[in-house]
């Protein structure tokens, strides 16, 4: 990856990339069916879209609105080779179309938002989600990644009638403190959550052995009131039904 060592993500990025979010990576890899659409928004330096892209053969639409982390997802498509199966979107999602102060962080490139208004500011293009679906883009998101730093919850509601789990199957969202409007809206649409767990380096498996041992560690556990991160998934589903028996069996 091409990687900007001077911002403290990317640097963790470099060393460690087992630690950006082990529950997310191990959504990619185990329940984003292969040949899947995944829609990576806030992708930043595009890590989750390409993990989609090599261990799923995905297509994958990247959103970003920092303008020099589109340059950055852009440069990483092309040194992998996944030019014919990415779509770079240079904008902000939100509730509406037009145009957003997007408030940029000068030290930690996970941090600039469209919500956090402090600091310098660009202005950027905002456009809904459910354009996706009515410009033809998509039929279906077979896995919808929402990491806006704060902006989560308007995101969401941009998919409009098309936030129903026989389009957008699996979502997984940085809820922050907006957990209860965020939960409310997807369960009384047909979706479970499950809060993601942190790990630590010593929980983890040693470098390089994550395809051998990380799929042995529990990732999920039932919905909890300090959740950060969530993975949603229709109700009824296998999936929702497998992690409700690893939690059960954990608790044990």
């Known amino acids: 990856m091409a990687l900007d060592l001077r911002k403290s993500n990317q640097r963790t990025l470099f060393w460690f990339h087992e630690l950006a979010e082990p529950a997310l990576q191990w959504t990619i890899r185990n329940l984003l069916p292969l040949g899947g659409t995944m829609v990576d928004c806030g992708a930043n330096a595009g890590l989750m879209g390409l993990l989609a892209l090599h261990y799923r053969s995905a297509r994958v639409f990247f959103i970003e609105a920092h303008p020099r982390l589109q340059e950055t997802v852009e440069a990483n498509l092309r040194l992998n080779g996944f030019d014919d199966r990415a779509t770079m979107l240079r904008w902000a999602a939100s509730d509406a ?11 930690h490139d996970g941090l600039h938002s469209l919500a956090m208004q402090s600091g310098q500011s660009v202005t950027v293009r905002t456009r809904r989600l459910d354009t ?3 410009e033809g883009l998509v039929e279906r998101i077979d896995f919808l990644k929402i990491d806006t730093e704060g902006h989560d919850f308007t995101v969401l509601t941009g998919l409009g009638e098309h936030l129903t789990p026989t389009r957008v199957p699996r979502i997984y969202v940085e809820t922050g403190a907006a957990l209860t409007p965020i939960a409310a809206l997807l369960q009384s649409c047909g979706y479970e959550g499950f809060s993601a767990l942190r790990h630590t ?5 040693a470098r390089r052995r ?3 041992g990380g799929a042995q560690l529990r990732h999920f556990e039932p919905l909890g009131d300090r959740a950060k991160n969530v993975l949603w998934l229709p109700a009824d589903s296998p999936e929702a039904k497998h ?3 690893l939690a059960s069996a954990a608790s044990r």
């Open 97 to 107: 179309e037009g145009e957003a102060q997007f408030y940029l962080n000068e030290t």
């Open 201 to 205: 380096l010593d929980a983890l498996p």
């Open 132 to 134: 996706l679906f009515t």
């Open 243 to 245: 992690l409700r028996k």
């Open 210 to 212: 994550a395809e051998a």
